[in-house]
């Protein structure tokens, strides 16, 4: 059993606001590998129609999705995992350990979903280095939470490494330091480890959790794809006048 594809259903974004709070714009990926239909993490609660649009697109149904691998257990990446009924749920022993003693009401974790997950007999617990399936390993890259993961897809001569939050977006990837972590110099080891998987395959493509599909070009990071990000708004009285915002880069 080989990977046969790999495609980014939603592609996140690095973007915070000061009066909002953080946006939660994750990265969501499909692999097939035989028979088998793997998600790399699910997005938030406002990423479910887009999932299930995404999805269709592929000519997948969500029950027929057969694993679904979360990088860590914050919520704009982990708590769609109810979505996919026949699924089985893969995440670090670590990192669900570590979310089962997060006080309630304390972070991005969810904590009744996370509850819910660690009970549940479709949950796999990885550890560092395991095979989710052939093709698809699993790495634990601490410091953004403590059982992080990155997922690394090896397909023909090119690989595709998953992430999470490990290095959100490329600032993180080149200045090799970490925003919102919870150990910034675990962050740093494990942005270092991310590097040294990188430039172990040529043509290997790097996803970061909010941000475009990368790849190295001379040693530098460099996007694969161009922004197509915006939000609309209602913001006069007429119900069919949205204001859009482009959040594209120009």
């Known amino acids: 059993m080989t990977v046969t594809g790999v495609d980014i259903l939603i592609t996140g974004y690095?973007?915070?606001?000061?009066?909002?709070?953080?946006?939660?714009?994750?990265?969501?990926g499909l692999v097939r590998t035989g028979e088998r239909i793997v998600l790399v993490d699910t997005g938030p609660f406002g990423a479910r129609d887009l999932l299930r649009r995404r999805l269709a697109e592929?000519?997948?149904?969500?029950?027929e999705v057969t694993d679904v691998v979360l990088t860590h257990?914050?919520?704009?990446?982990?708590?769609?995992?109810?979505?996919?009924?026949?699924?089985r749920v893969y995440v670090s022993r670590i990192e669900m350990e570590w979310a089962l003693r997060v006080p309630h009401g304390e972070g991005p974790v969810p904590e009744l979903y996370v509850r819910e997950l660690a009970s549940s007999p479709a949950t796999t617990l990885l550890e560092d280095g395991d095979e989710i399936v052939?093709?698809?390993?699993?790495?634990l890259v601490p410091g953004h939470t403590p059982g992080s993961l990155i997922v690394t897809v090896d397909h023909e001569d090119t690989r595709t490494i998953f992430l999470g939050d490990a290095a959100k977006?490329?600032?993180?990837?080149v200045c090799r330091r970490a925003d919102a972590t919870l150990d910034a110099p675990l962050s740093r080891d494990s942005i270092a480890r991310i590097w040294?998987?990188?430039?172990?395959?040529?043509?290997?493509?790097?996803?970061?959790?909010?941000?475009?599909?990368?790849?190295?070009?001379?040693?530098?990071?460099?996007?694969?794809?161009?922004?197509?990000?915006?939000?609309?708004?209602?913001?006069?009285?007429?119900?069919?006048?949205?204001?859009?915002?482009?959040?594209?880069?120009?």
């Open 134 to 139: 052939p093709g698809i390993r699993a790495e």
């Open 169 to 173: 977006n490329r600032a993180e990837l």
């Open 73 to 87: 257990c914050h919520h704009d990446h982990s708590v769609n995992w109810t979505m996919f009924p026949n699924a």
């Open 196 to 250: 040294t998987r990188w430039e172990e395959v040529p043509n290997t493509t790097v996803i970061p959790g909010h941000d475009l599909p990368m790849g190295l070009i001379e040693g530098e990071c460099h996007y694969q794809a161009v922004r197509q990000t915006s939000v609309q708004a209602r913001l006069s009285a007429d119900f069919d006048d949205l204001t859009t915002f482009d959040l594209s880069e120009t």
């Open 14 to 28: 690095p973007g915070v606001s000061p009066s909002n709070g953080g946006m939660g714009w994750s990265s969501v």
């Open 58 to 63: 592929h000519g997948v149904a969500p029950d």
